[in-house]
């Protein structure tokens, strides 16, 4: 069955880039998304189809994909940006998940 | 606006049959490309896909729990509902509905979620 890998964990210091990764066998080839969940809150949509934003979503956030690896970067992080990431992607009509990265904000 | 709501029991004995339901408002599962998914998050741990249903009535199930699940649709009251058998302490878990929507079956994304339901499995 299909995997996808995340770091468990990282940390970034206020201002700096995070960049988060999610690996998985030719996952360039498969479309990715990000989701971001704080504690006690529902998942929230911040990545669609590799590089897209929704709405409401601050520029900060951005992603890519290609090769075995898809990556979200957070570029000059905020405390609120502390919070669980997860990638998902489909596969065989699937929606498979990462274990997820707590991102933590020194 | 999109709003999605789960309900169901708070507790379930092992081996009983959950029954969830979403209720949903903002847009229509008649509408084509549109879809709604199960996804459960046991305490502390990642999020797992269960199913997903499409506006066309297509019924797509994660794999591994396959033969526990059905979900199914009533579009006169704008609900999913999702049941799950032989209920184990493992099944412990928040469980969400999402809209899903895409493009593209390959991608498809959930958005928004509802605000989710602890189930917990104990005699």
């Known amino acids: 069955s299909y995997e996808l890998t995340q770091p468990p964990s990282m940390s970034v210091s206020p201002g700096q880039t995070a960049s988060i990764t999610c690996s998985g066998d030719?996952?360039?080839?498969?479309?990715a998304c990000w989701y971001q969940q704080k504690p006690g809150q529902s998942p929230v949509l911040v990545i669609y189809?590799?590089?897209k934003r929704p709405s409401g979503i601050p520029e900060r956030f951005s992603g890519s994909n290609s090769g075995n690896t898809a990556t979200l970067t957070i570029s000059g992080t905020q405390a609120m940006d502390e919070a669980d990431y997860y990638c998902?992607?489909?596969?065989?009509?699937?929606?498979?998940f990462g274990g997820g990265t707590r991102l933590t904000i020194l | 606006q999109v709003t999605l709501r789960e309900s169901g029991p708070a507790l379930v004995r092992p081996t009983q049959t959950l029954t969830l339901t979403c209720t949903f408002s903002?847009?229509?599962?008649?509408?084509?490309?549109?879809?709604v998914s199960w996804i459960r998050q046991p305490p502390g741990k990642a999020l797992e896909w269960l199913a997903r249903?499409?506006?066309?009535?297509?019924?797509y199930y994660n794999t591994s729990l396959k033969t526990r699940l059905t979900i199914s649709k009533d579009t006169s009251k704008n609900q999913v509902v999702l049941t799950m058998t032989n209920m184990e302490p493992v099944d412990t878990a928040t469980y969400y509905c999402?809209?899903?929507?895409?493009?593209?079956?390959?991608?498809?994304?959930?958005?928004?979620w509802g605000q989710g339901t602890l189930v917990t499995v104990s005699s």
């Open positions: 903002g847009f229509s599962l008649t509408t084509s490309g549109m879809c």
């Open positions: 998902q992607a489909w596969d065989s009509s699937s929606a498979i």
């Open positions: 189809q590799d590089t």
């Open positions: 999402a809209r899903t929507t895409g493009l593209l079956a390959a991608a498809l994304r959930f958005d928004p």
């Open positions: 249903i499409d506006w066309d009535d297509d019924k």
């Open positions: 030719k996952l360039g080839d498969k479309y």
